[in-house]
């Protein structure tokens, strides 16, 4: 009795295991092949660990084929040698990345074919060249038993538990010939390659230089466990050893391989003829950035399996397929120097000159090199073998060194402690990795950028100076820094293109009225290194005059709540530039001025220290000289009502901001209201 009931619950147990095991798998394809999850993530994990407790109880009814098998297992010592039952040899390369590489291997297989007739058009399959490694996947009876390397193309490697971590193929198929062997590209795909190295970035390991270096490392890992945690992809394309053919041609086996759930792209298409395959080519060029993985070119194969069989191999590469490329993304090249170039913002980049190399469908003769620890990571000096990567309009990048081809004239690259335009001192910022050019209201480099942020609205104001009448100005020598603005006259005007004399005259009139400003204004104007217009303001409130500003120490800054190190230095630097204070001295010259006076106006004033949120469109006040209002006389204005909120000061259409004012109870006004608050504060 007891043996018969431990037999049924042995049955109902391995029933259960079956049922765990296909809906994991569903599951597993629905996530990892369709992009389409159809449970979460926390039911997903509570099917599984039901599996592991039944398979640890009950170890003899685990199968090879079981879904835990994807989480790795025992650490190897070496990678086993493995022979190829058939071998996986390479195939044909077309380097002519125009449309006569098409044309070249439509040619031969008609030449060997004998077909002479134009009318006797070739059918083609047009598939993806991957940018992977070629493995081979052995199911004998349906159940996976074993993944290979392409290796030498006779003998590979197995990494059988390194492949059954990809959770995208099936560990059982049922349906299969009794021995099946199925070829195809292990990869990583772009997104999953990017957390990969968030990952290693963020545990300060050494980053992978490429999706297909990381998927490399990942596949001949001997710690299965740690494959299974980054995750491989497999695109499926070809097959080796089968006991029975199940088709007859290679678009029929790709829709036979997708339907046994094996993953198969679905950009593949039937074609005749050269003109067709080149469409293909394009068509896939166009695409290849969109795509999640990387591809370096397209592939053809004569379709009917008769015909492959009749046409036979050449050496080592099959007569019926070849594979057209894209122009290469990766080349190697030479450094020649470093020079430095000197951005608008005043940021210093080293940039590489190399010799010029064709890659990505261009040549390449400069390549950023970001900044001095870029420079020192990549272990680059000048005069090295590097490699450089461009993948279609992505700007080109130095992505390795090659130590091995360094030659013994090299030498290393310096950063410059001075601007190579201006001769200011450029300095970086603890903590940062650019330096930068301190001569910010001089600095050519960064001129047209000082003049645009001067003029604009929340700094000097001064209305009718845009990007275009700038680059005019600058390239025709009238302004070389922002005090020439007030040395402008009519007559250097009207000879602009697109500058009537009205427009001038309107213009010299905003320019004169710019005159009379504000100190947080004109602080804000400078365009100072992390001086934004609140800043500008706390340092106009707190020291009140430039004279005081231009000689406070760090410790002064420091004082202010809203400034920390890098402001403070920011500001120090600014001010230490002896052509910075120079420009100041000529603005003020010229007449540009404002009231000065240590501490706010109005210390004691009912709006001292009072909380203000702006909403909705006033009547006759814009929404800045409203908050200039309330700044002046010491209060403070917030974009957010909360309990710490004392006023608002509402307009037509004043939305949710008023409706949380009302229920807490907050003191509302409008704009008549707020007139006669600031008539009693003069009084």
């Not at 968030?198 to 890992?221: I, T, V, Y």
């Not at 940021?347 to 970001?370: Q, Y």
């Not at 259409?653 to 007139?675: M, R």
Request: hydrophobic residues 35%.
């Amino acid at each position: 009795m007891n043996a018969s009931n431990s037999v049924v619950d042995l049955e109902i147990v391995k029933l259960r295991m079956e049922q765990l095991s296909s809906e994991i798998e569903k599951h597993n394809r629905s996530y990892y092949e369709l992009d389409a999850p159809t449970i979460s993530d926390e039911l997903y994990d509570s099917l599984f660990q039901e599996l592991v407790r039944l398979e640890e109880k009950y170890p003899q009814l685990k199968k090879l084929s079981s879904p835990t098998q994807r989480v790795g297992g025992e650490v190897k010592s070496e990678l086993v040698k493995v022979k190829h039952s058939q071998p996986m040899l390479s195939i044909h390369t077309e380097t002519d990345y125009t449309e006569q590489g098409a044309k070249d291997f439509d040619s031969r297989i008609r030449r060997e074919l004998e077909l002479e007739s134009a009318s006797n058009s070739i059918e083609y399959n047009c598939e993806l060249k991957f940018d992977g490694l070629a493995v081979n996947i052995r199911y004998e009876d349906g159940i996976m038993v074993l993944a290979s390397t392409r290796g030498d193309g006779y003998v590979g490697e197995d990494v059988t538990a390194n492949v059954r971590t990809i959770r995208s193929l099936p560990l059982q198929v049922e349906g299969l010939p009794k021995v099946f062997e199925v070829r195809g590209e292990a990869l990583m795909h772009k997104t999953d390659f990017k957390k990969l190295n968030e990952e290693q970035a963020s545990l300060g390991e050494k980053l992978f230089a490429n999706a297909r270096n990381a998927a490399a490392g990942c596949l001949r890992q001997l710690d299965s466990r740690v494959t299974a945690k980054r995750r491989l992809s497999f695109y499926a394309y070809g097959l080796g050893e089968v006991s029975e053919m199940p088709v007859s041609s290679q678009s029929e086996l790709l829709d036979y391989l997708a339907r046994k759930g094996f993953p198969v792209t679905d950009l593949r298409q039937v074609v005749q003829g050269p003109e067709q395959l080149e469409a293909f080519h394009e068509k896939v060029a166009h695409l290849r950035e969109e795509l999640d993985f990387d591809i370096d070119g397209v592939v053809y194969k004569v379709n009917d399996f008769a015909l492959q069989r009749q046409l036979g191999f050449v050496s080592r590469e099959p007569r019926w397929a070849c594979a057209h490329k894209y122009p290469p993304q990766e080349a190697q090249t030479r450094v020649l120097d470093v020079d430095v170039q000197v951005g608008r913002t005043g940021k210093l980049t080293p940039v590489a000159r190399l010799e010029p190399v064709f890659v990505g469908g261009t040549t390449i003769s400069n390549v950023s090199l970001h900044n001095e620890d870029f420079v020192k990571e990549l272990g680059l000096l000048i005069g090295d073998t590097v490699v450089v990567h461009r993948a279609g309009d992505v700007i080109p990048e130095i992505v390795k060194v090659l130590p091995e081809l360094r030659p013994s004239t090299v030498r290393p690259f310096v950063m410059p402690e001075f601007c190579p335009i201006c001769g200011s001192h450029a300095y970086k910022e603890e903590g940062e990795k650019d330096r930068r050019c301190t001569g910010g209201l001089f600095c050519s480099a960064q001129r047209k950028q000082a003049i645009l942020h001067f003029v604009s609205r929340l700094a000097m104001g001064i209305d009718g100076v845009g990007e275009k009448l700038v680059d005019q100005l600058v390239t025709t020598g009238l302004i070389k820094t922002v005090a020439d603005i007030y040395r402008l006259k009519l007559d250097d005007l009207v000879q602009l293109e697109r500058m009537g004399e009205k427009s001038a005259k309107n213009l010299i009139s905003a320019i004169e009225a710019s005159k009379s400003t504000t100190l947080e204004k004109f602080l804000y104007a400078l365009g100072i290194r992390e001086v934004g217009e609140a800043t500008a303001r706390s340092l106009a409130q707190n020291f009140g005059s430039l004279d005081v500003l231009e000689k406070v120490t760090k410790e002064d800054l420091l004082s202010v709540n809203d400034i920390g190190d890098v402001v403070a230095d920011s500001i120090l630097h600014f001010f230490a530039e002896p052509e910075n204070r120079q420009v100041i001295e000529e603005l003020k010259t010229l007449g540009v001025h404002w009231n000065e006076q240590v501490g706010s106006s109005k210390p004691d004033g009912l709006l001292k220290d009072k909380t203000w949120v702006l909403t909705g469109t006033l009547p006759t006040l814009s929404r800045n000289e409203a908050s200039d209002l309330i700044r002046s006389l010491g209060g403070k204005v917030s974009s957010s009502v909360s309990k710490k909120t004392d006023y608002v000061l509402a307009g037509e259409n004043a939305g949710s901001k008023l409706e949380k004012a009302q229920s807490l109870g907050i003191t509302i006004l409008d704009e008549g209201q707020f007139k006669q608050l600031l008539q009693k504060e003069e009084m």
